[in-house]
């Protein structure tokens, strides 16, 4: 027989960043427990809310089904006795698995027994474990309250769990399952009760809460759709994925509230008003037909009921005392140009003993101008504008107050100052990728300025940090500074931008221009670190795209020197690595590396050369041209060296008793090696 399943827990309200992984979590935990329990069931739906998390799951067991299984039990001499009878030995081994002596049977000398176990009810297998996969789940500023020792998100106020039609005895904490469970705070139908899993999606709803996540945010959708559109107007959720999840997750009942405010704000750049809105009060934004931000917005109430003239002017009353700030904070702003407030950065620590934001400014236009070298850029008085506004913005009234618009802000500054578009656009975008995996600078004023940035940043954090390498360095934990994150920006920058930009040489730039403006000595090693740094998230970056010997095997060929060339040749590695002669030249590759390990190459003596296959192999190699060649073409061209390495491995002894000999053996092979390196590091491959 089967039933659905309910399991409701009721809580304070929930903070909304932990409901999708409590959604994910609790979806995990159901489907191990009845797969460990051999519990078969059609499907599972998790719903959440901000005051309650459910679980529906279909068509559930109602037990384990009875296995039969043989039992092994004493051995034959200690099962009988002389006369052929059943030992206490084998009566007690029967009687423990619930079997008379006479359904015993012997077989490889020992006496056995079918055993039927009869399995566990999906009742008791819930009511042992249910409690401890709520108790288990994680978040962050998890609380304790009464006299509890157990940690949870919000204190629990009431447990539903229902099994068909029929309660389960389940208790967590001081809270007993019941079929009984609350509405929406503001419904008349306070107090729902269940009366069998299937229902409860639609009992909710008469309560006024949508339960389904999924319809609450198409719910959202439409009924602001609806509004804006009544009002002549537009809302972009193309834009606003984080704030409409955000909307979803705090509500329970969604109702949307057209308000407005003053026109006068709307002088107030788009991005401010934009973010006071949808970043700190959660309202959505809306457009007219033209692209222009209008002046009125949409609220969405957690509300029932019909009066919404105090939702309404609460929201207004909030908004307007947010964008009187800012229209104060902007005229302050403009009565200086963006390049007057420079000198503020004088005032405002970089970082602890690497100066100020003003002496990181002169190192980002250093540095920008070194890029402009790498990359052949003659005309480059733009980017190096950009670079010499890019942190003014820093110092402005606006910025302080929202530092999310940090770039966005400067740009708006550097438009109204008569700048040019791309020079403000450079001074926004030096900021991105703003996370790992969003858009990158479109221009090139923002993606060398970026550059130049961010690996100011990681420089000054690896020697501000040297002997002290615990306490600062980035890991999975700890990321001063966004280390990791600019890294990350930096590569992708230079590869999806195919930038030509040695990253090595930048590096060793950044470095000398921090030591020698704060007369830092650096540690030997500190190179290397920012390598393997780099290296790591080279790696992290395309652990999906490549397997990760290839990743791996072109190392030693100086990938941060040329990405744009490492990230082709890791696409030809992935095209070949299975090519039967590729295959064949990684392994003979591997034979003349560990033949050679440490060995130090010396020129090949011709009238040492005895057998005709080692005459072959260097005729081979002598002949063998590898300039001029992409590294696809030279992959195919180093076909020809298969036969006679391979000849030379089956007819040529390395390690010949003459010194000389053997010595110039190692020689030939060390020309060979050099053509495979190459390629790759074979070894790794």
């Known amino acids: 027989m089967k039933k659905d399943f309910l399991l409701e827990i009721q809580v304070q309200e929930l903070p909304y960043k932990f409901i999708p992984s409590a959604i994910g979590q609790l979806e995990n935990s159901f489907v191990k427990l009845f797969k460990e329990n051999a519990l078969e069931y059609d499907g599972i739906k998790v719903y959440a809310t901000p005051r309650r998390l459910a679980v529906l799951v279909d068509n559930l067991a109602a037990c384990q089904e009875n296995i039969v299984k043989d039992v092994r039990g004493p051995i034959l001499s200690i099962a009988k006795d002389d006369d052929g009878n059943y030992t206490p030995a084998a009566i007690g081994f029967a009687k423990k698995n619930g079997v008379d002596t006479s359904v015993l049977y012997e077989k490889d000398n020992y006496v056995w027994a079918k055993v039927e176990i009869k399995g566990n009810s999906a009742v008791e297998i819930l009511k042992n474990n249910v409690e401890d996969l709520i108790l288990k789940l994680q978040g962050s500023h998890f609380m304790r309250w009464k006299n509890f020792d157990e940690k949870f998100s919000r204190p629990i106020e009431n447990i539903v769990a229902l099994f068909g039609n029929d309660v389960v005895d389940i208790v967590v904490l001081d809270k007993k399952a019941t079929n009984k469970t609350q509405g929406h705070r503001f419904s008349l139908n306070r107090e729902i009760i269940i009366d069998e899993p299937k229902n409860y999606v639609e009992l909710m709803k008469k309560a006024n809460v949508l339960v389904d ?39 329970e009942w969604p109702v949307p509230v057209i308000c407005e405010f003053n026109e006068k704000y709307l002088q107030i750049p788009a991005i401010v008003t934009t973010t006071v809105m949808s970043t700190h009060q959660r309202y959505f934004p809306l457009w007219t037909k033209e692209g222009k931000l209008s002046n009125k917005f949409i609220t969405m109430a957690n509300y029932v009921g019909d009066e919404f003239s105090n ?31 420079l000198d503020k950065l004088k005032g405002m620590t970089f970082q602890k003993g690497l100066g100020t934001l003003f002496d990181k400014t002169q190192r980002i236009i250093s540095l920008s101008d070194k890029i402009c070298d790498e990359l052949g850029i003659a005309e480059k008085d733009d980017i190096l504008l950009s670079a010499k506004l890019a942190k003014c913005d820093l110092s402005t009234s606006l910025v302080f107050e929202f530092t999310e618009l940090q770039g966005f802000i400067g740009e708006n500054y550097a438009l109204k100052d008569g700048e040019k578009v791309n020079v403000a656009k450079g001074i926004c ?53 966004g280390a990791r994150r600019s ?14 930009i040695n990253l090595d040489n930048i590096i060793d730039y950044s470095l000398k221009l921090l030591s020698d403006e704060f007369s830092i000595s650096l540690e030997n090693t500190i190179k290397n670190e920012l ?12 652990e999906k795209e490549y397997d990760q010997k290839i990743v791996a095997s072109l190392e030693k060929t100086s990938p941060l020197s040329d990405l744009v060339g490492f990230i082709k040749r890791a696409d030809i590695l992935k095209k070949y690595q299975n090519d039967e002669d590729f295959i064949k030249i990684k392994e003979n590759a591997n034979r003349v590396l560990r033949i050679l390990k440490d060995s130090v190459a010396g020129k090949v003596d011709e009238n040492l050369l005895i057998l005709s296959e080692e005459k072959n192999l260097y005729n081979a190699i002598k002949s063998h041209n590898q300039e001029n060649y992409n590294l696809e073409e030279y992959i195919k061209s180093l076909k020809v060296l298969i036969r006679p390495t391979s000849e030379f491995f089956e007819k040529v002894l390395v390690m010949d008793k003459d010194e000389k000999i053997k010595n110039n053996r190692l020689n030939l092979l060390n020309c060979l090696k050099e053509k495979y390196l190459t390629v790759c590091d074979f070894e790794k491959l």
């Open 213 to 251: 996540q999924e319809e609450r945010r198409n719910v959202i959708i439409e009924s602001a759709l609806k509004c804006a559109t009544e009002a002549g107007l537009l809302v972009n959720f193309d834009e606003m994925s984080d704030l409409l999840e955000e909307v979803t997750y705090i509500t």
């Open 311 to 341: 939702i309404k002017a609460g929201n207004q009353r909030v908004i307007a005392a947010r964008l009187e700030d800012g229209i104060f904070f902007y005229n302050e702003d403009t009565k200086t140009k963006l390049i007057d407030k």
């Open 429 to 481: 975008e030096h900021y991105f990728p703003l996370a790992a995996n969003s858009i990158l600078p479109s221009a090139v004023e923002g993606q060398v300025v970026s550059i130049a940035d961010k690996i100011d940043t990681i420089c000054a954090l690896f020697i501000s940090t040297q002997g002290d390498k615990k306490k600062k360095r980035p890991t999975g934990s700890n990321d001063p500074l």
């Open 487 to 500: 890294a990350i920006g930096i590569l992708r920058t230079i590869i999806e931008k195919g930038l030509k």
């Open 531 to 542: 390598t393997d740094f780099f290296m790591q998230r080279l790696v992290v970056m395309y």
